[in-house]
Structures are given as structure tokens and as C-alpha cells.
């Protein structure tokens, strides 16, 4: 378990980083850019991909990653600094709900009561995580940030279906297609970037290129060890799968709530906790 603990450290420091950028005025849509480059000098690092008879690749999923992965980290980064480590940790990890409707709706996986009941009590939870009250002047929350919440549970959902697709194509490795995607969110990054750039709306400094190896550390530390708790527990998947979802949940609700003096609503507290059962539930049904 100890795989889990470290992939599940790794999550958290991602959202915290993320916290802190506002904080340091890190501009995050340079740092996740820069992020991407580390991503992919350690996962060749780690895992040497090859790179030969690439003919039969998924281009079209490898694009789409190559564009949703930074998109949807920008968005994630918006909503942790307007709605909070904790509930945006609890939305990313409901995201799980997308790929399991998808896998009886797409790939005519049979369903059964208990997973009906789970996906019941995840979708409870995310309606209890939203911060419906509205916000008083002291707190700079817009009165709709809640739809941070909702792209971020969407954005993951679709992120993990195309990566189960990817795992499923199996006349390339999973390490080489990640390095592929890799490559791609970063151009992709680096071009936005450079309009940015261009425009007068961004500045390339070290600060924040620093800033953004570091995040791309903890982001690939997350996966790495992801992996290799999955290889060390390989005869029980719904372990590490269970583990991760609730360690993550309840790491970052401690240091939301300790670090960064979050308030919760007993409404947002339900939720936290609707969401450590639905992921049970779902693990083992």
C-alpha cells in the first residue's frame, strides 16, 4: 500500500501547488504548460517508450488528450483557487462515474443493481459538494463557480474513457502512447503559450517555468506510482482502485480544511462522505 500512499501525496500536492500559484502569483496557464515538458522527460526517464511502427496509432484519441489534458487542468486549476482543494478533489475523483456509465453504454458492460446504487450515491454527492449558498463579499466567489465543479467532473470522466481506449489498443504500450500524449499537450500548450506570449498577455520567466517542473513532478509521481501499485497488488485492482479515490478525498479534505482553513457546510460534509461510499460501493460491485 505503500505505492498508494505516494500516488495519493502526489495527487494532493498537485491541487496544492495549484493553490498556491494564486497565492505567488505564478501565472498557471505558463506553469501547466511547462509541467507537460517535465512529463515527458521523466516518463521517457522511467519507462523508455519506442518509438517504432507507430503507423496504426489512435491519432484521433491522441489529439483529443493532447488537447483536453491541459484544457481541463487549466479549468481544474480555476477551481481550486475559486472553489476549494476539497471540492475539487471530491468532483475529479466522481469523474469515475462517466467511464463506468460508459462502459455499459459504450461497451455493452452488464449492469447490476449495485452499481446503479452507486452511481445513485455518487451523483447525491456531487450535488451535496456544490457550494450552493452564495458567497459573502469577503469571499471573491462567483455565483456560478459551481460549473467549475461540473467541467472538472466532465472533463476527467471523458479524460479517462479515451485513456481506456488507449489501454485497450494494444499494438502500441500504454507508456509509449502516454509519452505520445505528452508530447502533444505540450505543443499544443507551448503554441498557446506563444500567443500569449505574442499578444502581451503572458511574459516567459524562470519563476514560473520552475513553478511548472515541479507540478509536472508531482503530476507524473501521481502516475508513476499509480502504475506500480497496480503491478504490486495486481490480484486485487479494486484495492488500489478504492484506496486511491478515498485516500485522495480524505487527504484533501484535511489539508484544505487545516492548511487552508476551507469552510465546508455540513451539505458539502455529507458529500465528502457520499463520496467515500459511492467509490466503495462501486469498487466492489
Not at 498556491?20 to 498557471?28: F, G, K, P, T, W
Request: hydrophobic share 60%; proline share 2%; glycine share 4%.
Amino acid at each position: 500500500m505503500l505505492y498508494v500512499f505516494l500516488s495519493v501525496c502526489c495527487s494532493v500536492i498537485v491541487s496544492v501547488l495549484l493553490k498556491l500559484a494564486r497565492r505567488y502569483s505564478v501565472d498557471i496557464f505558463q506553469a501547466i504548460t511547462w509541467n507537460y515538458s517535465m512529463a515527458i522527460l521523466l516518463t521517457w526517464f522511467f519507462f523508455r517508450p519506442q518509438l517504432q511502427n507507430l503507423q496504426q496509432t489512435p491519432v484521433t484519441i491522441y489529439v483529443a488528450l493532447g488537447v483536453l489534458l491541459p484544457l481541463v487542468f487549466w479549468i481544474m486549476a480555476s477551481s481550486v483557487r475559486v472553489m476549494g482543494i476539497v471540492r475539487t478533489d471530491v468532483a475529479q475523483r466522481l469523474s469515475l462515474f462517466i467511464p463506468i456509465l460508459a462502459a455499459f453504454l459504450l461497451f455493452k458492460e452488464p449492469l447490476n443493481t449495485l452499481k446503479i446504487i452507486g452511481i445513485a450515491v455518487g451523483f447525491a454527492a456531487i450535488l451535496c459538494s456544490i457550494q450552493w449558498q452564495k458567497q459573502t463579499a469577503n469571499r471573491k466567489v462567483f455565483s456560478n463557480a459551481w460549473i467549475y465543479l461540473i467541467v472538472v467532473f466532465l472533463g476527467f470522466g471523458v479524460i479517462d474513457v479515451l485513456f481506456k481506449q488507449v489501454a485497450v489498443f494494444k499494438e502500441i504500450a500504454y507508456t509509449t502512447s502516454l509519452f505520445i500524449i505528452y508530447i502533444l499537450a505540450f505543443v499544443i500548450s507551448f503554441v498557446c503559450l506563444l500567443f500569449r506570449v505574442i499578444t502581451r498577455q503572458s511574459r516567459i520567466i524562470w519563476p514560473h517555468i520552475m513553478f511548472g517542473w515541479v507540478l509536472g513532478v508531482a503530476n507524473f509521481g501521481n502516475i508513476l506510482f499509480y502504475l506500480k501499485a497496480h503491478k504490486s497488488l495486481s490480484t486485487s485492482p479494486s484495492t488500489v482502485f478504492s484506496a486511491m479515490n478515498i485516500g485522495v478525498i480524505t487527504m484533501g479534505a484535511i489539508v484544505g480544511l487545516f492548511v487552508f482553513h476551507e469552510r465546508l457546510s455540513l451539505l458539502n460534509k455529507i458529500g465528502i462522505g457520499l463520496a467515500i461510499v459511492a467509490i466503495i460501493i462501486i469498487s466492489y460491485s
